[in-house]
């Protein structure tokens, strides 16, 4: 459909012929002297300006090249909700629990706040703890559990059984390149696993526990501060670096996750006000937390 707009002739030493069309306008400006184009273009706009308002659409809406305007539930480059990048990232459901502490964490990242609150709180029972029901260090493959920690912690990557190598101590920054110098510590100690549910397990079960090579279950550290620690919780013993504060607390409650085994309502007190004080970066659990059956 045309609709009829206003021709201009005889501007200046040339000829001017217009159409409109339904959805825009398409002047055509031919032989028009070289000096006088700037002029003639002035009137021509001047002219539909004053005399075709309605010519641009039938609706009288605007040009046919007019963009949409964006809506509220437009999506925005870089702000798309499946973009992982600016998505506000959660736990993917490996362990079952979603979001991370303090609100955030990478991808597929268990929330440590998350899984405290999966804990069941109860009062510890300590009585019929012996150590020696908990079987250490079992061999796998002519290296005993005990060697196997201390090379994969070994920033030298020497072997299993390596007798010198290169080590650092979480717990209070202590090197050393002495194997001898370091135990390797249960981060939740033997006789907190009892009083906290152990002392219901078969005889499999615990010596599992005590030769755990799962992240976080074990870990070489320097002698004098495996012991200063011993069997005691958090809320009692805390390591003296206390860069790795958020860490430990993080790996206590994984390992206690991992193992379905409780907490005591002081324990737990002291877990949630050290976890309201962490960096995100400092609660990071990477591997899969999965309940042991």
């Keep these: 459909m045309y609709c009829r707009c206003p021709s201009v002739s005889n501007a200046a030493d040339g000829q001017v012929r217009s159409r409109c069309e339904n959805r825009g306008v398409n002047t055509k400006i031919a032989r028009v002297g070289k000096s ?8 021509l706009v001047l002219a539909l300006l004053l005399f075709v308002p309605g010519c641009a659409g039938s609706d009288g809406s605007g040009s046919g090249d007019e ?28 362990d079952g ?41 079992q061999v796998l493959d002519g290296c005993d559990v005990r060697d196997r920690v201390l090379a994969r912690q070994d920033r030298r990557n020497g ?10 101590s979480a717990y209070d920054g202590e090197r050393t390149s002495d194997p001898g110098d370091f135990d390797v510590d249960h981060m939740v100690p033997l006789a907190e696993a009892w009083a906290s549910g152990a002392r219901r397990w078969p005889e499999a079960r615990r010596d599992d526990f005590a030769n755990d090579l799962r992240p976080y279950s074990l870990i070489a550290v320097s002698a004098s501060s495996n012991r200063s620690k ?13 860069d790795f504060a958020c860490r430990y607390v993080a790996r206590w409650i994984a390992v206690k996750f991992r193992w379905s085994l409780s907490v005591d309502a002081r324990e737990k007190g002291f877990l949630e006000d050290t976890l309201s004080g962490c960096r995100p970066a400092d609660l990071r659990i990477r591997d899969t937390i999965a309940r042991v059956s």
């Design 159 to 168: 072997p299993c059984g390596a007798d010198s190598g290169r080590w650092y």
């Design 230 to 242: 011993s069997d005691q919780d958090p809320a009692e013993w805390m390591p003296d670096n206390t």
């Design 36 to 43: 006088n184009r700037r002029r003639v273009g002035a009137w």
């Design 97 to 137: 629990a979603a979001g991370a502490a303090k609100g955030g964490g990478e991808p597929g990242e268990p929330a440590v706040a998350a899984l405290l609150e999966k804990l069941k709180v109860s009062a510890e029972v300590e009585k019929g703890y012996d150590r020696d029901l908990f079987y250490h260090w």
């Design 67 to 94: 963009r949409p305007q964006r809506t509220a539930g437009s999506k925005k480059a870089g702000q798309d909700p499946a973009d992982g990048r600016n998505a506000g990232r959660g736990e993917s459901g490996r």
